[in-house]
């Protein structure tokens, strides 16, 4: 397998939106798998997000390193 790596972030966030992002990855624990699809990319794939950040205070952002997942579930 080819294991993809992916860099997100986001900037400018409302605190909500924020917290929605963060609250995401903490509910899967670094290991739950997840179906995302990044923008240019031609098929959704399953990933994993080990690490995250996000900034103290406004302006919001969060910053993610998504792991291509191999697993057979779901």
């Not at 605190?15 to 670094?30: K, L, N, Q």
Request: with cysteine; net charge negative.
């Amino acid at each position: 397998h080819i294991q993809r790596t992916v860099s997100l972030k986001w900037d400018g966030l409302l605190y909500d939106d924020m917290r929605s992002i963060v609250d995401f990855f903490e509910a899967r624990g670094g290991f739950e798998p997840f179906k995302y699809r990044p923008y240019g990319e031609p098929v959704t794939r399953k990933w994993t997000c080990e690490q995250w950040s996000y900034s103290a205070e406004a302006p919001w952002q969060v910053s993610a390193e998504l792991i291509q997942n191999f697993t057979l579930e779901n």
